[in-house]
């Protein structure tokens, strides 16, 4: 007589399948549902104000025509302007300050520990921060400005064109400029150190040494950095939304406070949707840049598939 | 010879003063706000400013939380309670589910296993403010919208991936013939887990439980939007509240600020060690 199979839920197979249904089941609802809901929405003419036009089905329209305006365009450009600029200033920061401090061995620790202070923040709480540094009237900057002689006006930071942008930048290049300083020190510490006595008893100089054995050694920290930083980069919402909330007059806004300002405040569900979708593209494109740009890494490294 | 001892030393102080220059930066904004929540409103609006508070009280803390003479109009004690509930539900949910999917992904192999891991990670590619577009529509037809409940789901769902990606890098450092050897000796997998396992993993386990604490406690995007009251309303949002009013105040603000940042601080820096050993194990060694 044949053995009877145990019921599914006690096969070897589907065990994987079973401690992790609790999170797809999770992740369906709360993610995947959702944006199916969206990316429907994005082709109606929703307006909170009008429940009834959930139903009202426009085609291509609210593409066409956030692809037609020029604010969204400018929000958008100035979105990968601002991630362009801050990403590369917080992977040459992060490389500077992760090559300071492993030259220090008096006080490291308390460096490190310092050093992870801007990661504690809230991206809510630097952008306040920020809004009260860079303040015209009694932020620290322009009192410190003026105390020193350096300025007798008001600079206005958070109004001008140009200060604004640069404000919002600095605001967030502040905030994880330690994410990639923290990784790339770990990386730092994990290297062998016999490439580099080698390298230099072949008389290599300190350059030489790290163009082509510290910096290569390191890519793999820096891709997972721009990993774990391409995955959060609309934390820069909460930061623009503080300090300027995307005013003034539109001066620094970003794609993601424009979505925002048009399915809140303009209760035009349906074109923010469309928006939202635009968003989200770009997110998971520079996400799976840098986690394909990752993998690569670790094959050159020999790593572990 | 003497030269390259000058020339050290030369690297040496530019090493220290650069370094101080970094400090200042990191320190600065940070301490501001700080002094500020210790100073009258008065102090902040002076000209010329006054750097080290004159008389530092904890009035506008005591303003803050409703006590004293004059009051703040923002209910801040019923705001920290909701943060407080909403991270430390959501936290426990999603460790749960995070050592149970963990666990799978560092145990056992199986079909669409690098496949599922990907859609888990791009699924928190999504950028909160997109997301709360659509949760906003059906949160409000669910009832969901200002309530605690609505938005401990969210945050679950928000801290599930990268639990899991933090725990299987955990679960994997521990060698699986310990646990191979329990069973032998006649434990159940399910025992095997909780007495071999699950110990040696304690600790990597508590450093993504308080980074799933910190990511709620900090999160704004979404409960900005998914929040109206005091029913649900967390410090995060409420701060927002203090811009509201035609003049701001700084130092409530401020003090709310401090509030804010206090347990956040006490946290990272109990789980910092394990925080850095987790992120580059798993992306690493992956």
Known sequence: MATKRPPFWQREKYTPFLLLLPAILTLLFVVLLPLLFSLYTSFTGYRLIRPESLWQWVGLRNYQRIFADGDFWTAFGRTIIFLTIALNLEFLFGLGIALLINKITWGQRTLRTIMMFPMMFSPILVGYQFKFVFNDNIGILNNALQSLGLSDGAIPWLVDKYLANFSIIFAEVWMSTSVFAILLLAGLFAMPRDPLEAAKVDGCNPWQVFRHITLPFLMPFVFIAMTIRSLDVARAYDIVDVMTGGGPAGRTELLWTLIARTGYDNARMGQANAMAYVSILLSIAFTYYFFTKLLAARKYMGGAE | ?286
Not at chain 2, 147 to 169: E, R
Not at chain 2, 187 to 209: D, M, N, V, Y
Not at chain 2, 222 to 232: C, F, G, Q, V, Y
Not at chain 2, 237 to 242: I, P
Request: charged share 15%; hydrophobic share 55%.
């Open chain 2, 1 to 286: 010879m003497k030269n390259g001892k000058l020339r050290k030393q030369i690297g040496a102080i530019a090493t220290w003063v650069l370094t101080f220059i970094l400090m200042v930066i990191i320190c600065v904004p940070g301490l501001w706000v700080v002094l500020t929540a210790f100073r009258p409103n008065g102090e902040v609006l002076a000209k010329p400013p006054v750097w080290i508070p004159e008389n530092p009280s904890l009035n506008n803390f005591a303003k803050i939380f409703g006590f004293g003479a004059d009051q703040v109009a923002i209910p801040v004690p019923a705001y920290f309670a909701n943060s407080l509930i909403i991270a430390l539900t959501s936290t426990a949910i999603a460790l749960l589910i995070g050592m149970s999917g963990g666990y799978a992904f560092a145990r056992y192999r199986f079909r669409f296993k690098n496949g599922l891991f990907l859609g888990l990670m791009l699924s928190r590619t999504v950028p909160g403010i997109a997301l709360s577009l659509p949760i906003f529509m059906i949160w409000s037809r669910i009832g969901l919208i200002d309530a605690k409940l609505g938005l401990i789901i969210v945050y679950v769902a928000l801290n599930v991936p990268f639990t899991i990606w933090l725990i299987d890098g955990f679960f994997r450092q521990i060698p699986k013939e310990m646990s191979e050897a329990a069973q032998v000796d006649g434990c159940t997998r399910w025992q095997a887990f909780w007495k071999i396992e699950f110990p040696l993993a304690k600790s990597g386990i508590a450093s993504a439980g308080i980074f799933a604490f910190l990511t709620s406690w900090n999160e704004y995007a979404l409960a900005s939007n998914l929040t109206r009251s005091t029913d649900s309303k967390t410090l995060p949002v409420g701060l927002m509240d203090f811009t509201a009013q035609f003049t701001i105040d700084w130092a409530g603000m401020s003090a709310m600020a401090v509030i804010i940042i206090i347990p956040a601080l006490i946290l990272t820096f109990l789980v910092q060690k394990h925080l850095i050993a987790g992120l580059t194990f798993g992306g690493v060694k992956g």
